[in-house]
Every structure is written in C-alpha cells, then in structure tokens.
C-alpha cells in the first residue's frame, strides 16, 4: 500500500508561516533533511534558492539556508525570482538541486517549500516521502537546532547573474518580433515584478505593468491569476475609455509559474483554451508529438471536443503540474497543462510550467497566425462548470465517508454520461474541491450544492 506523504502536497510542503512545518525550528530540519538526502549522493552536493515577495519568504529562506549548510551543502541564492527560474538554474547550471520559498497563489500569509532535481524536475512522490521521514525523524531527535543568528547566511539579495541567465534563457526562445504588440502585464506583486520587466523591455514589447509594487502582504491581493479579471477589466477599460488597445492582456500568480490572458476586448482565457491554441499551432508545425495534449480531470468537456475536431487526442491527468508531467513523460506528449494556467512545453527544455515562457509562445503564435487571440479560441464552446471549495477539518478519503459516496453517486447517476463529477482535496490547502459540469445551469448548481451540502455536513470547519 502506498504510504501518504504528511508535509508534502501536490506542489512542494506548504502551511501557515510561523506555524508548523513552518516554524523557525521545522524549516531548518526540513533543510537538514534535504541536505542529508543531497549530501548522500554528492558530497559537494550544490543547491540554488529563490523566493517570490512575501515578508516570510526571507526569514524561511534563510532558515532552510542554515539547515543545508549544517550537513555541508553550498548555496546560491537568485533572490526573488520566479519558481520556473530556479528549476532553469538548477538544471542549465550544475547545481545538484533548486529550492523556491513561495506559496505561489496562496495568501500572504501562508507560504512553502518547492524542490527541484538537478535536472530541474520536482521531485517524484517517493523521494519527498523518504525526505519527509528524515524530517519526522529529526523533530523527535534529542538534539535542538542552532540559534537562528548561526551560521550567518542569507538568501537576499541574491546574484544578478543567475537572474539575468534565466531572462536571457527565455528571450533567446523568441524567433519572432513582438515590438508591435500591446500588452497589459499584471506582476500579481509577487516573483515576476523582479524579471518580466526586464525581459518585456529585452523582447522590444510595448508593456504596460499592472501590480508590479510588492510590499511583503499584497501578493495576490484582487490581482494576478487568481482574479483573471483584474487584467481584463483594465485591458476593456482601456479600449472604452479611448486610453489605447491592448492586443492582449496577460496576468501571473504570485511565483509566476502559470499564466492567464484576456482578449482585446477583455474576456478571460484559461489554460484550457491556451492548450487548444498552443496545441493547434504545434501541430501545423510538427511539434505536438503523437497529436496528444495531457490536460487534467479539471479540464472542460468543450475543449476535449475542440481538440478531437482537430485530430488531436486529449489525455486527463490528476491535478498537479507534476502529475500532468510524469503522463506527459509516459506517452511521449509535448504540451500538456492545467486549466488554471499550468502549461508546459516539452519541445524545448523547459521542466515545468512556466508563466513568462507560456505568455512568449501565446504572443508569438499572435504574431506567426496574424490573429487575434479571440479567433485563436474563437470555437472553444466551454460546458457550463463550476468549482465549489469547502474548508475541511480534515482529509478522510471520500470512499470512508457513506454520505458523501452516496451524494457522488446521485450525481453521476443524475448526469448519465452528459456531464462530469470531480470530487478532490486540495493538494495545497484544507479544501475539498467539487466540480461539475453539465449542459445546464440549473442541474449544474443543484448537483453541486447537494455534494457541497454533504462534505460540509461530514467534514466543515
């Protein structure tokens, strides 16, 4: 039976700042065991850190900095810097490892711990699992941690150089020219205000920063990709209001590792629909390898279809960029992504979902097509869906919960093939996430409420 990691979640470990893991004690094990777990393979075993903007992101850096030294592993730091561009670092950069401190969407006040390989991959579940046990292990050692004052080590500023190779990275993976475009940029005041300017300016784009001034709480704050339609309101207002047409607007989470967009006129496009124009666009080119895309169980019916008028098989992963990478590895594929903004592009040497490279390759295929991003999508019929969270006490497996089983199985029952259940906990929160989507409104909310009312019912906080 697989053993179920405690700390580790879908997207690295990730809690309360100043609350367990991530307390000043527990972030310096979790370092330790990192180091022990590097340290094993390589005795001068090397790690790049990054961070995004939070005001905790210093501290728990610098902490977790401390950790890997006491077993002797030596650090550079990138300062703020996206999560993509440490995973870029560590693998294009001999380091044997990259960490990134970032809750990515998440409020100001929680914040995490992301691990790459030195190929620039997250780690699979049974390393983290085994590096989990190491950290339990050490917490019930007799031996205490160092003052927070020893060694002296700090995360901050960070090496301009190791930031300027990944920007220079990915203005070199742009062949076309996108100096005529208009682009509204929202920074989320989070990891991409220290390198999308820069880059935008490199690549010659007319840009217009939104939400670029972190200040250590308004990461996230009404902006970013977590409300897409921040960015729109302003890209429609802007066209209104006669201040200038954007072409396009586009908008990060707070490390940058997921992009969304609006149209000139200011409506939202998901990652679903940028899977459906990245991966119509490979294919006029011979680059979507076996004519599949991997999306995950979150991915709307419409652009399942969409995708099938174009020859193009749609393959459905759990949720998690690492989750659709290790399918996207199984079956060969070279695009694969989530619907919030996830998408990876396996036909260059990216590892992971990457914001800024995602934003580059939508420009560009603006620019080769001639289109609009409006046209791009334009047959992209979405499948009413909606997403219901429920805060939770706690994790039980919805397969120990009779109630809940019962409600799933009325609403499958009730769909009968015209529409899809996902019932999940969140890899990143207490939430369960309900999500359903049928042709009809109504059945929609009135399937969903009855799910929502019997997890709350069981579980609520």
């Given at each position: 039976?697989?053993?179920?990691?405690?700390?580790?979640?879908?997207?690295?470990?990730?809690?309360?700042?100043?609350?367990?893991?991530?307390?000043?004690?527990?972030?310096?094990?979790?370092?330790?065991?990192?180091?022990?777990?590097?340290?094993?393979?390589?005795?001068?075993?090397?790690?790049?850190?990054?961070?995004?903007?939070?005001?905790?992101?210093?501290?728990?850096?610098?902490?977790?900095?401390?950790?890997?030294?006491?077993?002797?592993?030596?650090?550079?730091?990138?300062?703020?810097?996206?999560?993509?561009?440490?995973?870029?670092?560590?693998?294009?950069?001999?380091?044997?490892?990259?960490?990134?401190?970032?809750?990515?969407?998440?409020?100001?006040?929680?914040?995490?711990?992301?691990?790459?390989?030195?190929?620039?991959?997250?780690?699979?579940?049974?390393?983290?699992?085994?590096?989990?046990?190491?950290?339990?292990?050490?917490?019930?050692?007799?031996?205490?941690?160092?003052?927070?004052?020893?060694?002296?080590?700090?995360?901050?500023?960070?090496?301009?150089?190791?930031?300027?190779?990944?920007?220079?990275?990915?203005?070199?993976?742009?062949?076309?020219?996108?100096?005529?475009?208009?682009?509204?940029?929202?920074?989320?005041?989070?990891?991409?205000?220290?390198?999308?300017?820069?880059?935008?300016?490199?690549?010659?784009?007319?840009?217009?920063?939104?939400?670029?001034?972190?200040?250590?709480?308004?990461?996230?704050?009404?902006?970013?990709?977590?409300?897409?339609?921040?960015?729109?309101?302003?890209?429609?207002?802007?066209?209104?209001?006669?201040?200038?047409?954007?072409?396009?607007?586009?908008?990060?989470?707070?490390?940058?590792?997921?992009?969304?967009?609006?149209?000139?006129?200011?409506?939202?496009?998901?990652?679903?629909?940028?899977?459906?124009?990245?991966?119509?666009?490979?294919?006029?080119?011979?680059?979507?390898?076996?004519?599949?895309?991997?999306?995950?169980?979150?991915?709307?019916?419409?652009?399942?279809?969409?995708?099938?008028?174009?020859?193009?098989?749609?393959?459905?992963?759990?949720?998690?960029?690492?989750?659709?990478?290790?399918?996207?590895?199984?079956?060969?594929?070279?695009?694969?992504?989530?619907?919030?903004?996830?998408?990876?592009?396996?036909?260059?040497?990216?590892?992971?979902?990457?914001?800024?490279?995602?934003?580059?390759?939508?420009l560009e295929i603006m620019v080769r097509t001639g289109k609009p991003l409006a046209d791009l999508v334009g047959d992209l019929k979405v499948f009413p869906q909606t997403i219901r969270n429920v805060r939770v006490r706690k994790k039980i497996p919805f397969a120990e919960i009779p109630a809940v089983q019962a409600a799933i199985a009325a609403a499958e029952r009730e769909l009968d093939g015209n529409g899809r259940v996902v019932v999940r906990y969140s890899g990143t929160e207490a939430l369960a996430r309900v999500m359903i989507e049928t042709e009809s409104k109504?059945?929609?909310?009135?399937?969903?409420?009855?799910?929502?009312?019997?997890?709350?019912?069981?579980?609520?906080?």
């Amino acid at each position: 039976m697989t053993q179920t990691r405690q700390l580790f979640g879908t997207d690295g470990i990730r809690g309360v700042a100043e609350e367990f893991p991530l307390t000043r004690d527990g972030v310096y094990w979790i370092g330790r065991a990192l180091g022990h777990d590097l340290v094993r393979a390589n005795a001068q075993a090397r790690l790049v850190i990054g961070q995004d903007t939070r005001v905790s992101s210093q501290w728990i850096a610098d902490r977790f900095l401390q950790g890997l030294a006491s077993v002797g592993v030596a650090t550079r730091s990138a300062g703020v810097i996206t999560t993509p561009g440490v995973a870029f670092l560590a693998r294009s950069q001999g380091f044997d490892a990259g960490a990134v401190i970032s809750a990515s969407h998440n409020p100001w006040t929680d914040n995490g711990i992301k691990i790459f390989s030195g190929s620039g991959y997250k780690l699979p579940d049974a390393r983290e699992l085994a590096i989990e046990k190491e950290i339990f292990a050490l917490l019930q050692a007799d031996a205490l941690p160092p003052p927070d004052s020893t060694p002296e080590i700090s995360s901050l500023p960070g090496e301009e150089s190791l930031r300027q190779a990944y920007v220079s990275w990915l203005a070199s993976s742009v062949s076309s020219d996108l100096s005529r475009l208009r682009v509204a940029v929202d920074c989320a005041n989070g990891a991409a205000t220290a390198e999308a300017p820069e880059l935008f300016r490199a690549l010659k784009i007319d840009t217009t920063f939104l939400h670029s001034a972190p200040d250590g709480q308004n990461i996230n704050e009404n902006c970013g990709a977590l409300h897409p339609e921040t960015v729109a309101r302003y890209v429609y207002e802007s066209f209104v209001g006669n201040r200038g047409r954007f072409d396009v607007g586009v908008t990060f989470d707070g490390d940058a590792d997921r992009a969304l967009f609006c149209d000139a006129h200011g409506r939202v496009v998901n990652g679903d629909a940028v899977l459906l124009l990245a991966a119509r666009e490979m294919q006029s080119r011979g680059a979507l390898a076996n004519a599949t895309v991997v999306a995950t169980t979150m991915s709307n019916m419409g652009l399942e279809l969409a995708l099938k008028r174009s020859g193009i098989r749609m393959l459905r992963a759990n949720v998690g960029d690492k989750y659709v990478l290790e399918e996207m590895q199984r079956v060969g594929a070279t695009l694969g992504g989530e619907q919030s903004g996830h998408i990876l592009f396996r036909d260059g040497d990216a590892t992971t979902g990457d914001g800024l490279l995602t934003a580059l390759r939508v420009l560009e295929i603006m620019v080769r097509t001639g289109k609009p991003l409006a046209d791009l999508v334009g047959d992209l019929k979405v499948f009413p869906q909606t997403i219901r969270n429920v805060r939770v006490r706690k994790k039980i497996p919805f397969a120990e919960i009779p109630a809940v089983q019962a409600a799933i199985a009325a609403a499958e029952r009730e769909l009968d093939g015209n529409g899809r259940v996902v019932v999940r906990y969140s890899g990143t929160e207490a939430l369960a996430r309900v999500m359903i989507e049928t042709e009809s409104k109504e059945q929609m909310d009135r399937v969903a409420e009855s799910i929502v009312g019997a997890i709350r019912a069981a579980l609520g906080a």
